[in-house]
């Protein structure tokens, strides 16, 4: 259902000074996205008037993250604070009867509690209604005061908390509904009472409450959707949960995941069913598995689109490339950006891979750069295979038949061509196109010398002898001490 009168406020534009970065804080990833935008899409679902994000320190940045997804990016400069934040969205949010508000740095928190969180609002009439959660330690968080069992009196920041406040143990979200008619001027009773000289929009709370407005608070039934991230600490634990989302998500979408725990998979990857994911394999970008693919130990893989059945054994990384259904990686291979291997095709170990095309059922099994390359189908690359694609300062292209067979350790110096059915001698320098069915050796012949070893090992042996007869060397007892 549509919420055309609300609007969304994401305040974004604090630096994060306890996370000592040069980079600002809602910029930080976890769970394979910057904070801020975890928490613009969990707003999009409510499909309100409009979002809004008040943006301060590294502007440019944030607004680069969140306005390709429809978001209005309000400056707040200086920063004065949460309720300031507030203050400078106003005009921004027009004619919008309520709005919901969010911190950028708390990027767990679901769509569905956003829209019980907002029902509550409207169902109890309030002013203003927090999210809250009860936590085993609360330390940092602003403490959540009641005043009766169903209404909230204040809320008051871990720096100001009093001994006995500071055994309460529900903290605020920073996640709020307000009605802005009663809003507005509660906040514009705010002073800036706080060490930081900052307007808090926590202090609104009291205001409204002793002004005998209704101030109600929702307890997040997964205390989790609320951590904020203040430190590295707290980053560190968001991304473990994101993490683990996504991978119950596969498997129960029918992937298994092996040692789950050691697997990161970022938000955007797809598995088909019954595919295999080995321990400590990072599934990253744009990735897609197709069904019943496995991908071995310590593989990682960015931006792949991975056909049927494709087997990618230990330890591969691949970037940016195509494996089509059936083709077999690794262990140990390196394919950069631009790879497509087509059906059946295998590349083995050691082998690194750039721009190429692999046709179908083609074979580099062993130690080979395949570069600026285009391979037909059938065709079998030899250990140590190098295309020599550059020249230091252009790069030129390899073209490779149907049918092929090319000897290990063969320089192929593109630009070249070798024709369908082609045989390339092991060892050689191709720097000419090799025709069609045509052997190409490119390397001088071998010159055997009959009996040259044997000579070579007398003429030492004499000067070894020669030179010991002039030695004094000390004998040994033959017999045992
Ligand atoms: C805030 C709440 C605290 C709550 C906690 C939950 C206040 C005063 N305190 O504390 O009660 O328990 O969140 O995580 O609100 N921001 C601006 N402009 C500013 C200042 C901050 O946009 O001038 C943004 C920050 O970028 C951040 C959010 O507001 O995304 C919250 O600020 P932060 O400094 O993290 O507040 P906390 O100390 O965590
Ligand atoms: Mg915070």
Redesign the pocket.
Known sequence: MPNKDVAVVI????K?TRLKSALA??LHPAGGRPLVEHVVRSCVPLKTKKIIA?V??QAEQVSAVVEPLDVEAVA?QP????G??MQVAKRALGNAKIAIVL????PLIRPETLKALLATHRGGNAAATILTAVLADPS???RVVRKSENLVGA?V?DSQLSAEQRELNE????IYCFTLAKLWPALAKVKPNNKHR?I???DAIAVLASGGETVLAQIAADSRE?L?C?TRADLAEVDRIFRERKREELMAAGVTIQLPETVLIDPEVTAGEDCTIEPGVQLLGKTKLGARCTVGTGSVLLDVIVGDRAVVKAHCVIEDSRLDAETIVGPFARLRPGTHLKAGARVGNFVEMKKAVIGEGTKVPHLSYIGDAKLGTKSNIGAGTITCNYDGVNKYQTTIGNRVFIGSDAVLVAPVRIGDGAYVAAGSAITENVPADALAIGRGRQLNKKGWAAKRRRELMGVESGKSSHKKVPKRSKRGR
């Open positions: 305040l974004a534009a604090g994060g804080k809602v008040i301060g320190h707040q920063q004065n604070g949460t300031h934040a911190p950028g740095d708390a940092g968080y602003g809320i920041e903290i605020n979200s920073s900052e808090y929009l926590t609320v904020g203040n």
